[in-house]
């Protein structure tokens, strides 16, 4: 087989990539293998699936512009796959007190100054990972520009509970 042949083949191979709503997600959520885990009615699968990858769920399932959907296969023939549904709903599924396993403590500590997503974020991964973390806010309310969305979108209890 000559080189160009086995290029083009390789080209129509995905079995090392990432379906292209996974690779569209900037978190990376594997849509797909929640979806399964939903249908054989194994919630907690899907929320572990979920939570692996976004580090504030009860934020990011509000918010997120659903890239993912229009790289669905099926927006090919119609709309693709609602995934802020399916992420909505193993939210509301949640136990609001879940904590994400946490490394052994560091005796590091690191300071943020604001809490808006980023800071959130980064917070959150680094307590996951053992430092001690703390964030210093100087408006009256933490949650940045994410108190720019409106109410029925992101309501501010959530942004409270998140922090």
Sequence with gaps: MDQQK???????????????????????VDARLMLRQLKENDVEGALKTYRKSVPLP??????????CQKKCRLAEIGDGIDVRSMELFLDSQSDR??????????NKKVAFLGSGLDVLTAAYDLRRKGYITQIYEPASSAGGFLRNFSETVLPFQIIDDTV
């Design 6 to 28: 086995l290029r083009m083949l390789e080209s129509y191979c995905i079995q090392e990539e990432a379906p292209a709503c996974t690779a569209a997600c900037p978190l990376h």
């Design 58 to 67: 009860s934020i990011l399932s509000r918010i997120c512009e659903a890239p």
């Design 97 to 106: 007190s879940f904590l994400p396993t946490r490394l052994p403590l560091k």
